[in-house]
């Protein structure tokens, strides 16, 4: 997203520099990107890649050097202000476990003004949940479920998830992002997503970002993919010569080599064996190999 950055109005955050450590390690390293508006970005990276510092980042919830802005305000100075259109979900729902489900309801319908009722009783709907239950009575499961319809009932500018559906089934999972993507793919909200389930976001997406060692190893739009990036199932009697290419990563595959390629010409793969743009699973799996 850095070609639109001199469209400051269409970012919704900017990132500029901004560097994190704790002792010695630095979780972020002068970390750069920006965030269109209307935009569903996928934050990929290995278990203390710099993920949930950069989301604390973005949300004010730790300090660090640099430039970072979210609507044009800065996270650490107006915070408050920034909240009030930003919603986040994190891996693990705190709710109260005396608070019943229908005052949970309640509550956010008098405290939050862009609260939409309607919109968590129909989430709601769509799992076993009673509304007289208290949170104790739940499964571990529900109560993810009841904090993402809490959550996703709150119209904002920005949402972010951080691994929103761990430790639910694959069904609700499935139902949870076709429930997101027909809810948010007409509007301007935008969407960050941290997760290790890859596959199941894959369609959702128009921009990737791979964070390694707290550095961005990977910028790129969806749609840019397919420009940049090949996977070749190749001959066993073209593997000397795919292999003088240079590719991203190499593994076995129903008695063919499939490697990945990146920046080069289609027209030098071609004749190498059958061509497929790699998934963003496979992708990453050979961006950090090649880290």
Avoid at 8 to 14: F, G, L, Q, R, W
Wanted: glycine letters at 8%; aromatic letters at 6%.
């Amino acid at each position: 997203m850095n070609d639109v950055s001199t469209n400051i109005a269409s970012n919704i955050v900017e990132v500029k520099g901004i560097s994190k450590s704790y002792g010695d390690t630095y979780a972020l390293d002068n970390v750069s990107f920006s965030i269109q508006r209307g935009s569903i970005v996928g934050l990929i990276g290995p278990n203390g890649a710099g993920k949930t510092t950069a989301l604390k980042a973005l949300l004010g919830l730790t300090d660090f050097n640099g430039e970072l802005e979210v609507m044009g305000i800065d996270p650490r100075t107006g915070r408050h202000k920034m909240m009030e259109n930003v919603c986040f979900i994190a891996d693990v729902g705190v709710l109260p476990r005396w608070l019943k489900v229908k005052d949970a309801i309640d509550y956010l319908s008098a405290v939050h003004p862009r609260f939409d009722r309607d919109k968590a009783v129909g989430l709601l709907e769509q799992t076993n949940i009673q509304h007289n239950k208290k949170v104790k009575q739940l499964s571990k499961g529900m109560v993810t479920q009841l904090h993402l319809a809490l959550v996703m009932a709150i119209d904002v500018d920005l949402l972010v998830l951080d691994e929103p559906t761990l430790g639910l089934d694959i069904l609700y999972r499935k139902a949870f992002y076709d429930s997101l993507l027909n809810d948010y793919f007409d509007r301007e909200t935008s969407i960050i997503i941290s997760t290790h389930q890859v596959e199941e976001i894959e369609s959702l997406l128009t921009h990737l970002l791979f964070i390694d060692q707290g550095r961005i190893v990977l910028d790129t739009a969806m749609d840019e993919l397919s420009e940049n990036y090949r996977e070749v199932l190749v001959e066993p009697s073209q593997v000397s010569e795919a292999e003088a290419l240079g590719p991203l990563s190499t593994r076995e595959m129903l008695g063919r080599k499939s490697m990945i390629f990146e920046g080069v010409d289609e027209a030098k793969l071609a004749p190498l064996g059958e061509l497929h743009i790699p998934s963003v699973a496979d992708l990453f799996v050979a961006k950090m190999r090649r880290g």
